[in-house]
């Protein structure tokens, strides 16, 4: 076989074992709807990163609350980026039903209305496969927004 062939061999080898980016089923997480609070503060242990497939994945934060110390998973549209940093940051929960929500979501988003509509379009969620110990978990599970409280 000549060098050309050689390449094209390994190319289309190489193209065939390619793994799909490493997820969690929706279904795997303890979902609880109203576990968390409306705008209740919380503080990152875990982010699972960011992916611009939006309709597609979404992303997952293990968060502690700074109300009564209670750990929550909190799955959110893969798009919306934390910083790896952030986990000095304070953030606020919100629901798809809030006006805080509302207020900073795009007018033509497609199923980012409720969190009925993003379970009926989403069923992965993108994971950091060195951290499954902590990804994997049976927190209890909200659907919603993590939005960084800016310092004064």
């Given at each position: 076989m000549n060098l050309v062939g050689t390449a094209l061999l390994f190319v289309l080898l190489g193209i065939g074992?390619?793994?799909?980016?490493?997820?969690?089923?929706?279904?795997?997480?303890?979902?609880?709807?109203g576990a968390l609070e409306e705008g209740e503060h919380v503080k990152f242990l875990y982010y699972s990163g960011p992916s611009r497939d939006a309709d597609t994945y979404l992303a997952q934060v293990i968060a502690v609350s700074e109300v009564d110390g209670d750990t929550f998973n909190i799955l959110f549209p893969s798009n919306v980026s934390v910083a790896d940093d952030d986990n000095?940051?304070?953030?606020?929960?919100?629901?798809?039903?809030?006006?805080a929500?509302?207020?900073?979501?795009?007018?033509?988003?497609?199923?980012?209305?409720?969190?009925?509509?993003?379970?009926?379009?989403?069923?992965?969620?993108?994971?950091?496969?060195?951290?499954?110990?902590?990804?994997?978990?049976?927190?209890?599970?909200c659907i919603g927004i993590p939005m960084k409280v800016m310092s004064e």
């Amino acid at each position: 076989m000549n060098l050309v062939g050689t390449a094209l061999l390994f190319v289309l080898l190489g193209i065939g074992c390619q793994e799909e980016r490493p997820f969690l089923g929706v279904d795997q997480f303890n979902l609880q709807p109203g576990a968390l609070e409306e705008g209740e503060h919380v503080k990152f242990l875990y982010y699972s990163g960011p992916s611009r497939d939006a309709d597609t994945y979404l992303a997952q934060v293990i968060a502690v609350s700074e109300v009564d110390g209670d750990t929550f998973n909190i799955l959110f549209p893969s798009n919306v980026s934390v910083a790896d940093d952030d986990n000095k940051a304070t953030f606020v929960f919100y629901s798809f039903k809030s006006p805080a929500y509302m207020e900073h979501s795009l007018k033509d988003d497609k199923f980012w209305t409720s969190e009925e509509s993003v379970l009926q379009n989403i069923h992965k969620v993108t994971r950091d496969t060195r951290y499954d110990d902590m990804a994997i978990n049976h927190y209890p599970t909200c659907i919603g927004i993590p939005m960084k409280v800016m310092s004064e």
